[in-house]
């Protein structure tokens, strides 16, 4: 049984399923190493423009598996602490190759995203949920902390400080409907459009050139770490020469809007 599915529901549209709905989608390294390998996999393909992440049943990740942690890869001769490091480092990579992709990500929250599920899912560019999602700082309600993943860099820059501190602190569930409310995700459907949404929000994007949707990608996840405001702008205007001068993406636009046809962008 594969435990993480890719197909291609639309055109230039990969769609990446965590199945091990029994466990709802639990974090295994069974599950983890193999959405490792399939997300980079993914990025190297150039049909692929945007990807949406799900999960298969009725939960979008449940975060660390509890009852078995499943087969950690190369640790064999190592001691306890070593193999801790390995085993987040294992994590982390999930997370930074879903930030290093290429194409934007969305995820396709269709219900339970808990703790190190939470933190995939805010680790994703566009995140949509359905009327049965909801999310949960977990680790603290474990005895642990709900600091993992990055959640305690991002959530903050998502949704403000006084209510990540809130969320992650109390471990307490936010429904859908607060989820939207706060920011966490863009928007909440019916489970039964969830995907046809996801799939519409993809091809908004796919009209657009490539190498504008990818380096838009880029400079908001370089703002997020970015020094200073002005050093930022420098970025940004480098990125948009890079684009203007290189192209003829704008003139393409302008043709475009002229003529009232879609654009036709080479890049």
């Not at 529901?9 to 639990?26: G, K, W, Y």
């Not at 709900?146 to 809130?166: D, Q, V």
């Not at 602190?169 to 949404?197: F, N, Q």
């Amino acid at each position: 049984m594969s435990f993480v599915l890719v197909e291609k529901p639309r055109p230039q549209i990969a769609l990446v399923t965590l199945n091990r709905p029994e466990r709802m989608n639990a974090m295994a390294f069974d599950v983890m190493v193999p959405l490792r390998e399939t997300l980079e996999s993914v990025a190297a393909d150039n049909d692929v423009r945007v990807v949406v992440l799900t999960g298969a049943g009725h939960g979008f990740c449940s975060g660390a598996d509890l009852q078995g942690a499943g087969r950690i890869p190369g640790v064999d001769g190592l001691t306890k602490t070593s193999v801790a490091r390995r085993s987040m480092d294992l994590l982390n990579n999930v997370m930074l190759t879903i930030r290093r992709m290429h194409q934007p990500v969305i995820s396709a929250v269709n219900g339970a995203a808990i703790g190190g599920g939470f933190c995939l899912a805010v680790g994703t560019d566009i995140r949509i949920a359905s009327q049965d999602a909801y999310f949960r700082a977990a680790g603290i309600n474990n005895g642990l902390t709900s600091a993992e993943l990055g959640i305690s860099y991002l959530l903050p820059r998502a949704i403000g400080t006084t209510r990540a501190f809130e969320i992650m602190l109390t471990g307490r569930d936010v429904d859908a409907v607060e989820a939207e409310r706060l920011g966490i995700v863009s928007r909440v459907v019916p489970a039964d459009k969830l995907l046809d949404t996801c799939y519409d929000t993809a091809e908004q994007i796919i009209r657009w050139s490539r190498v504008g949707a990818e380096l838009t990608k880029r400079m908001l996840w370089s703002g997020l770490e970015a020094g200073s405001f002005e050093s930022h702008m420098q970025h940004e205007g480098m990125s948009q020469l890079y684009v203007r001068l290189t192209t003829e993406n704008f003139d393409e636009a302008i043709r475009a809007r002229r003529d009232r046809r879609p654009p036709v962008y080479e890049d």
